[in-house]
C-alpha cells in the first residue's frame, strides 16, 4: 500500500498548490480591479477640448502629443479595448496632466477595408490626438 498513500500524498500537493494559485489570482485581480478604477477617476478628471486654450486656465505648460483611441468625437469618454486618449494622457505624463487642447479624430482604415465606404461603414477604427497640458495655477499673491 506504499503506492496508495504516494499517490494521496501527490494529490494533496496539488490541491494545496491549486489553493495557493486562486488566492494569488484573486490577489491580482483586487490590484488590477484597483488600478482600473483608479484610472477611471483620473480619466473621468481630465478636460478634453478642440480648442487650444482651456477656459477659466489661461496659463497653461504644454507637456507633449497624445493619440489613443477614440469615438468620433475626441472629446468623449468611450472605453475600447485598447486605451483611449484619456487614459493613454495618464499613462505617458501621470498626474501633471490636468487636460488635453486641440483634440481631433481621424478614421484608420483597416487593412481589408474598402477606401470607397464612409467611415464607420467600412473596417478600421477611430484615433484621436491632442496636445497634453499643465494648468500653471499660481497662488493669489498680496499687492
Same mark, same amino acid.
Given at each position: 500500500?506504499?503506492?496508495?498513500?504516494?499517490?494521496?500524498?501527490? +494529490?494533496?500537493?496539488?490541491?494545496?498548490?491549486? /489553493?495557493?494559485?486562486?488566492?494569488?489570482?484573486?490577489?491580482?485581480?483586487? +490590484?488590477?480591479?484597483?488600478?482600473?478604477?483608479?484610472?477611471?477617476?483620473?480619466?473621468?478628471?481630465? /478636460?478634453?477640448?478642440?480648442?487650444?486654450?482651456?477656459?477659466?486656465?489661461?496659463?497653461?505648460?504644454?507637456?507633449?502629443?497624445?493619440?489613443? !483611441?477614440?469615438?468620433?468625437?475626441?472629446?468623449?469618454?468611450?472605453?475600447?479595448? !485598447?486605451?483611449?486618449?484619456?487614459?493613454?494622457? /495618464? !499613462?505617458?505624463?501621470?498626474?501633471?496632466?490636468?487636460?488635453?487642447?486641440?483634440?481631433?479624430?481621424?478614421?484608420? +482604415?483597416?487593412?481589408?477595408?474598402?477606401?470607397?465606404?464612409?467611415?464607420?461603414?467600412?473596417?478600421?477604427?477611430?484615433?484621436?490626438?491632442?496636445?497634453?497640458?499643465?494648468?500653471?495655477?499660481?497662488?493669489?499673491?498680496?499687492?
Amino acid at each position: 500500500m506504499p503506492e496508495a498513500n504516494e499517490v494521496k500524498k501527490l +494529490v494533496l500537493l496539488g490541491l494545496m498548490l491549486a /489553493i495557493a494559485g486562486c488566492a494569488a489570482a484573486k490577489k491580482e485581480e483586487k +490590484v488590477v480591479r484597483a488600478r482600473d478604477a483608479s484610472m477611471d477617476a483620473a480619466a473621468q478628471k481630465l /478636460i478634453v477640448t478642440r480648442s487650444t486654450t482651456v477656459d477659466g486656465h489661461p496659463k497653461v505648460t504644454d507637456l507633449g502629443p497624445v493619440q489613443g !483611441r477614440c469615438g468620433n468625437d475626441p472629446t468623449g469618454q468611450d472605453t475600447f479595448a !485598447r486605451e483611449n486618449l484619456r487614459e493613454a494622457a /495618464i !499613462r505617458q505624463y501621470g498626474d501633471k496632466v490636468n487636460a488635453i487642447t486641440n483634440a481631433y479624430g481621424y478614421f484608420v +482604415v483597416g487593412n481589408t477595408a474598402s477606401l470607397e465606404q464612409e467611415p464607420g461603414s467600412s473596417e478600421g477604427h477611430f484615433e484621436c490626438s491632442g496636445t497634453a497640458v499643465h494648468f500653471d495655477e499660481t497662488a493669489s499673491s498680496t499687492k
